[in-house]
């Protein structure tokens, strides 16, 4: 049964809860603040269906013979390249989809930001489907939902980690030629539970309710991503995505899910037909496409995606995979384990996620001065040497 699987291999992608035909599976079993899945023995009939849809129990799928093949991309929609977190990509392939009929899967936040995938058909789902969100996502029933669809004939693009990926692949059973697999390039995620918590600091700190949020607002440009929080009473937290409280645990290896730091779909294993993510160091690699708007690395895994990819508009220029790893280092290895992640999670035992979060990623007044000052000296000498604005 699926328990053979340990916290430390488990991806959270929901696969052997969709495929459990009697659902004695659900995700109840706390560690850390993940929630993992568990058997029902009492309903459990024993048929092995949640252990032969499990991606960590089947084999690993490499790219096509001849891939991958780079691309550096972005939309030919201005307006959707700017809601974008990188190109635009994603939203030019699920436009492409919805316009002949199909569906699309992707990750949204609901009413009250928790993240979970959703199946649908509409443009207004494609724009929640649009933007980052760094959190572990709720997949719900979304692999029973896309193998009817594909079963009456329908076209569907799913989009997800690598893990997400693989977890659809092996619940599939094969490579279904109505059935393009989307992974994104993923450095790993933190938990819903962890997200909850910060909104609620969030909105006591604002006094009020969050009404909308972008991980990765680009009113500063692609290169200056900031956090972006609009609470009830107009009041907004704007903060660089690097130095954002949430995003401290992120990018430090402290708050991601065991199995994000020995993860068994990178290297593209996950049997996905395009990667896709941010071309970061596009200003030295490929200026003359940077315009700190957005930019997309596209990868392309198979002939699937390759004849999708010829089909679309995207402005498109193969560009050197060697040059989009370098700067995404997390397409080929897992993230080191923080060096804080023992004491984060000792601490929050001994006290609360909450004071835990508040001691070890929140920026005091002193540091945070010290910071936007180091900024203001780097901004004056980039603009003294006609560089334009640093990064942050």
Request: glycine residues 8%.
């Amino acid at each position: 049964m699926i328990d053979r699987i340990s916290v430390e291999q488990c991806t959270l992608c929901g696969s052997c809860y969709n495929a459990c035909p009697v659902d004695a599976i659900s995700f109840k079993t706390l560690y850390l603040d993940f929630l993992y899945p568990a058997i029902d023995n009492s309903r459990c009939v024993g048929c092995d269906r949640c252990e032969k849809s499990c991606p960590i129990l089947a084999d690993k799928q490499e790219p096509e013979s001849g891939y991958p093949i780079a691309f550096a991309a972005r939309s030919r929609d201005e307006e959707a390249r700017r809601k974008s977190s990188s190109g635009g990509v994603f939203y030019e392939l699920a436009s492409e989809i919805l316009s002949e009929g199909g569906y699309i899967c992707g990750a949204v936040f609901d009413d009250h930001f928790h993240v979970k995938h959703i199946v649908s058909n509409t443009q207004k789902d494609l724009y929640r489907m649009m933007g980052s969100k760094y959190a572990q996502s709720d997949m719900g029933m979304c692999f029973r939902q896309i193998k009817t669809l594909l079963d009456e004939g329908k076209n569907v693009l799913f989009t997800g980690c690598p893990c997400q990926v693989a977890g659809l692949r092996t619940y599939i059973g094969r490579k279904h030629p109505n059935l393009l697999l989307v992974e994104l390039i993923c450095h790993g995620i933190p938990s819903d539970h962890m997200l909850q918590t910060y909104i609620g600091m969030q909105e006591r700190k604002y006094g009020a309710r969050l009404t909308r949020m972008e991980f990765r607002n680009k009113k500063k440009g692609w290169h200056n991503s900031s956090v972006r929080m609009e609470f009830e009473n107009g009041r907004v937290h704007s903060e660089p995505m690097t130095f954002d409280t949430y995003m401290q645990g992120y990018f430090r290896g402290v708050t991601l899910k065991e199995s994000c730091f020995s993860c068994q779909f990178r290297g593209f294993k996950s049997g996905s037909d395009l990667t896709i993510g941010d071309l970061w160091g596009a200003e030295i690699s490929i200026p003359d496409m940077d315009d700190n708007n957005g930019l997309s690395a596209v990868i392309v895994n198979s002939e699937k995606g390759t004849l999708f990819l010829n089909r679309n508009k995207i402005i498109r220029r193969q560009f050197e995979i060697d040059k989009i790893l370098k700067y995404n280092q997390s397409l080929l290895t897992s993230f080191d384990e923080g060096a804080q992640r023992t004491a984060f999670y000792a601490y929050t035992e001994k006290y609360d996620l909450e004071r835990a979060i508040e001691t070890f990623f929140q920026e005091t007044l002193l540091q945070k001065a010290k910071r936007k000052f180091r900024f203001f000296l780097r901004y004056a000498w980039y603009t003294l040497q006609g560089k334009g604005k640093p990064l942050y």
